[in-house]
């Protein structure tokens, strides 16, 4: 089945960057997209976007755009997620998570989660 | 985008209740929708895919239907390890969207 660890948390003052890994182990890192999804404090779930590990190839949501870089490692088998420009709006919980079978956008794992605070 | 809409927001129910959480897309869906639980503190776990499918390992006190726009995710006996949130998640279109999430707390 596999699994994904997650890089540990990270504060950030506004305006800077954030670079979140996400380490793959247990299964072939390229056979699956990566997705990033996000939680901020006691709110629900936000889709970030999709990296395909094999060829780099990225989609991301509009509300990102301009914003995220999903980037990947094959050799170390470790996806990355870098979100610039921040806000105290983007302080949340970010999640990796990987497709289920046949499934891209179906996520039977998922990464522990990393805590980004944006404060100044 | 489509809109996910749960209801109820939240619910209290007692052990061995049957509990129903209703998802309502914008749109239709074509049966592309997921059910994931969590628990503070930890990562949301898939629960069922494709409306009804159960993914491996999660109790068969769990079950989805729905088509089209309405969508229901079904716990027939509640456990003391069900309380937790439960969101709805499309997948038939991007940008993927989620419900606001259903909390399951003890009555």
């Known amino acids: 089945q596999g699994q994904l660890v997650q890089s540990g948390a990270e504060m950030k003052k506004p305006g800077a960057s954030v670079k979140v890994s996400c380490k793959a182990s247990?299964?072939?890192?390229?056979?699956?997209?990566i997705n990033w999804v996000r939680q901020a404090t006691g709110q629900g779930l936000e889709w970030m976007g999709w990296?395909?590990?094999?060829?780099?190839?990225?989609g991301y949501a509009q509300k990102f755009q301009g914003r995220v870089t999903m980037t990947r490692n094959t050799a170390t088998s470790t996806a990355y997620m870098e979100l610039s420009s921040l806000t105290s709006e983007d302080t949340a919980i970010y999640y990796c998570?990987?497709?289920?079978?046949?499934?891209?956008?179906?996520?039977?794992?998922w990464g522990q989660g990393t805590l980004v605070t944006v404060s100044s | 985008d489509i809109q996910m809409t749960q209801s109820p927001s939240s619910l209290s129910a007692s052990v061995g209740d049957r509990v129903t959480i209703t998802c309502r897309a914008s749109q239709a869906i074509s049966t592309s929708l997921g059910w994931y639980q969590q628990k503070p503190g930890k990562a949301p776990k898939l629960l069922v895919y494709?409306?009804?499918r159960l993914e491996s390992g999660v109790p068969y006190t769990f079950s989805g239907s729905g088509t089209g726009t309405n969508y229901t995710l079904t716990i027939t006996s509640l456990q003391p390890e069900d309380f937790a949130t439960y969101y709805c998640?499309?997948?038939?279109?991007?940008?993927?969207?989620f419900g606001q999430g259903t909390k399951v707390e003890i009555k």
């Open positions: 990296m395909n590990p094999n060829s780099g190839n990225t």
């Open positions: 494709a409306t009804s």
């Open positions: 998640q499309q997948y038939y279109s991007i940008p993927l969207t």
């Open positions: 998570a990987r497709g289920l079978g046949d499934y891209d956008y179906v996520w039977g794992t």
């Open positions: 247990g299964y072939t890192f390229t056979s699956k997209n």
